[in-house]
């Protein structure tokens, strides 16, 4: 009884939680006049694609929506690779300075964003000035800033992992005759890999999220601009389109809800495994 | 979460300790070499911003004045200290930041317990309260503020009208703050819960099940056995959400845009920059924070970590 009792009262919590989502989505779906409709009610009788046509060729949405999966995916491949390498190096190596360098990664995440916005709109500026692909308004300075970001959290969350890798099996391995090289990418790499997911997802939500730097980087090229500013288009001081909005966030919410979907399992160990570090 | 023991403690924990080193020596240049690529990219795109922005903070600099750029000494600290907009959304970003982190976490804790049990349907309970955790903060910030705050047709509202009460008042002008608290407590406590429920999760059976046949009340194996096992958990989710809200600024800027006593810093600083062009004060601001946030997380993980030293 008492199990029911709990079971009833999560099952409403969570209803609750995920109440908005449910409207977002309805919204989308619903036509105009129902949407600003004073009574609001919690289903339509007449669904419709008329928000979705209107998001995807008004708005462009379809090149934002590309720029925004370019950028994350670039990120979370980087991310991936260059973090990997960085905690094998912290793991398995003792040299000077490793604890100041742990340390360091960690005041580099402290760092909060808006303290280098002023400089790193300089630095992506004179970038520009010699390669134009990583300057102001290209989608390459938000891949940086968006790796720069999310690096120091990957490298430290990955330490766990690598850590939990016996000495053993890299001896084992060299003994065998396996190079540095093999035993990093065919031994070490897969091993890992449950860390990894759990490190792409977070950087893939960081770049697929970001308005600050969408915002202030992408000034003038209106055709690199990525999905969370294409939201604001149909935001107007007099008249806001409700139906469109709703069916952007929708669109927008598709690629993460399905990435999270994809690691779902490995996402709660993967966190496990970063605070055993 | 060895390195912030270690710093919060003092002392260096067991598993920070370096590992035996291998049989074969590697020579020097090969053991570091697989971390260049990440600090050579952190020096040049976090590090050396930094630096300038120290330097700027001291400079006389307006864009739209460039013959009027040079060395200002302190002026600027002094203006963001003795500037009212300034000094209050130094305010906002510290009750902002601190009220979501303890909600989100209490609200978390609360939910990862409930979910640790096993009952039928969980999988799908669990998805549907992560569920807020994956919308874009943008469209987050328009769904609340439009779908459930709106005062002619939002959700809120409508319930109101629907459970028969005719006030129908106009969520965002009356309390902003709490508007933009109670959005990002939405976005957050799924965040909290997952890493709760990671250490929930990853806490031994056996200790629990000795204690209940001891005659351990729940309460009692909650104090003394899971809460002191969750406890560096629950530093991570502090320290993790504490660095992402000190920056929010989508939730700001979409539900408020600023105004009615919300500004929080990352705001302000945007506005100072991009706006007011006035770059010396807006990196004065953002070295303010960074200091700021450093003495903040060192004190309370020194604090938190003390707690629990007595407590156990």
Known sequence: MKRRLTEGFVLIIAAVVAFPLFWMVLSAFKPEDEIISADPVPWTTRPTLDSFTRALTVANFGRYFLNSVIVALVVVVLSILISFLAATALTRFRFRSRTTLLIMLLVVQMVPVEALTVPLFFLMRSVGDSVPAFGLNHLGSLVLVHLAFSLPFAIWMLRGFVAAVPVELEEAATLDGASRFRFLWQVLFPLVAPGLVATSVLSFIHAWNDFLFAKTFIISAVENQTLPLALQVFVKPDQNDWGAIMAGSTLMTIPVLIFFMLVQRRLVSGLAGAVKG | ?312
């Not at chain 2, 500037?83 to 930041?97: A, G, M």
């Not at chain 2, 709760?196 to 000795?210: D, H, I, N, T």
């Open chain 2, 1 to 312: 979460m060895a390195v912030l023991d270690s710093i919060s403690t003092g002392k260096r924990s067991v598993a920070d300790r370096p590992p035996p080193v291998p049989r074969k020596r590697y020579p020097k240049w090969a053991t570091r070499a697989p971390l260049l690529p990440a600090l050579i990219f952190l020096i040049i795109v976090t590090q050396l911003p930094f630096v300038a922005t120290l330097v700027i903070s001291f400079m006389k600099w307006n864009s739209l004045d460039p013959a009027g750029r040079g060395f200002a000494g302190i002026d600027n600290y002094v203006n963001v200290f003795t500037d009212p907009d300034l000094r209050s959304s130094v305010v906002n970003t510290i009750v902002l930041t601190a009220s979501v982190v303890l909600i989100s976490l209490l609200l978390g804790l609360g939910l990862a317990l409930l979910l640790d049990k096993k009952f039928a349907g969980r999988g799908f309970v669990r998805t549907m309260l992560i569920a807020p955790f994956l919308v874009v903060p943008v469209a987050s910030a328009l769904i609340w503020k439009h779908v459930l705050y709106n005062p002619e047709y939002g959700l809120f509202n409508g319930v109101l009208n629907w459970l028969g009460f005719d006030a129908q008042p106009d969520w965002i002008s009356t309390m902003p703050m709490t508007a933009v608290v109670a959005s990002l407590v939405w976005q957050w406590t799924p965040f909290m819960m997952l890493i709760l429920l990671a250490g929930l999760q990853s806490k031994p059976v056996e200790p629990v099940e000795a204690a209940r046949i001891d005659g351990a009340s729940p309460f009692q194996v909650f104090r003394y056995l899971t809460f002191p096992h969750l406890r560096q958990y629950l530093e991570l989710g502090g320290l993790l959400g504490s660095i992402y809200i000190v920056q929010n600024f989508d939730a700001v800027f979409t539900i408020t845009s600023g105004g009615l006593g919300t500004a929080n810093l990352p705001y302000m600083i945007y506005q100072t920059f991009y706006q007011a062009h006035e770059y010396g004060e807006a990196s004065a601001a953002g070295v303010i924070v960074v200091a700021g946030s450093i003495v903040i997380a060192t004190f309370a993980l020194r604090v938190v970590s003390s707690l629990f030293k007595e407590a156990k």
